[in-house]
């Protein structure tokens, strides 16, 4: 197959060789993956972007009880100290969290999401795509191009390491999404392919090592913060690659070491609930009330 990149290094080149972005080579790859036409993928696209974007914005216009009760409220918290302080993050970064959260309260209520790549780090792809779109005036068809690109993104760590917490910690789970994220955000932003390939680089360096630590097993907090942090570090590894600060360890060497730190981490830290935050006297004491 002409389109069927493996690694980070092979769709750069693609993209270089056929002179096309990253979400063009994505869309060529489905088409000769799954035998549908463009049309056809972009139409299943567009009904993942049609819940990703409800999804976003559900927590602010309703009250959501989240299964376990450790979250809820925060996109409306949010909004409210956006719409009446003065925002330490700007009202960007305050809407891209509101997003994210947000999803993650509807995620936690066993509400719509799109897992992508989990539902666990379901609010840092639609937290950065819905709110740079809406932010930017841009189209659904700017928006979908944007999640190919972040679908190219997390098929080469899911092939080549894992987007799993519970096999990787929390790094390989909201560090993938960001990565994700950035990619598609700098396509959104005109950046070029290398640029894309960059940011995603920065966004799995800057959380390498996190673990994974769910309070009682259940994906609710620290979730829902690592998601904040997580759609933060995909506008920020975008924005620094946009200007030009690309990162210095290639793509494809950075998922290897993800992997490997993954690997490294005792079961304790990899979704068990038996370390990290969940381990803590009152994650204890939280998970005793939560399930008796
Ligand atoms: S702490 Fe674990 S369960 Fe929670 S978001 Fe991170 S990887 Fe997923």
Redesign the pocket.
């Known amino acids: 197959m002409k389109y069927n990149f493996k690694s980070g290094k092979e769709l750069l080149e693609m993209c270089n060789e056929y002179n096309m972005s990253i979400h063009e080579v994505c869309l060529e790859r489905e088409v000769e993956l799954s035998g549908l036409s463009k049309e056809e993928i972009r139409s299943k696209m567009q009904h993942s972007l049609n819940i990703m974007k409800s999804a976003t914005e559900k927590a602010v216009e309703e009250d959501i009880k989240s299964v376990g009760g450790l979250i809820g409220g925060e996109a409306k918290k949010l909004t409210i100290f956006r719409n009446n302080s003065k925002s330490v993050c700007g009202p960007l970064m305050n809407k891209a969290l509101v997003a994210a959260m947000g999803t993650m309260e509807v995620n936690a209520s066993m509400g719509l999401i799109v897992a992508a790549p989990?539902a666990?780090?379901c609010g840092i792809l639609p937290g950065a795509v819905v709110t740079i779109g809406k932010e930017y005036d841009m189209t659904d068809e700017q928006m979908l191009d944007a999640l190919f690109a972040a679908s190219a993104i997390g098929a080469i760590i899911t092939r080549n390491a894992t987007v799993a917490?519970a096999e990787g910690?929390?790094q390989?789970?909201?560090g993938a999404a960001a990565a994700m994220a950035a990619a598609g955000v700098v396509e959104m932003m005109g950046g070029t392919p290398e640029q894309a390939i960059h940011a995603a680089s920065h966004c799995l360096q800057n959380v390498m090592g996190l673990v994974?630590?769910?309070i009682a097993g259940l994906?609710e907090a620290?979730?829902q913060g690592?998601?904040a942090i997580g759609v933060a570090n995909a506008l920020i590894s975008a924005e620094l690659c946009l200007a030009g600060i690309l990162n210095i360890i290639p793509f494809d060497e950075t998922v290897e070491a993800m992997y490997k730190v993954g690997k490294n981490l005792p079961p304790e830290l990899r979704?068990t609930a038996l370390g990290g935050v969940a381990a803590t006297c009152t994650g204890c004491a939280l998970s005793d009330k939560i399930f008796g």
Do not use: H, I, K, M
């Open positions: 989990t666990g780090s917490g910690g929390c390989a789970e909201t994974c630590d769910p994906v620290p979730c690592r998601n979704e």
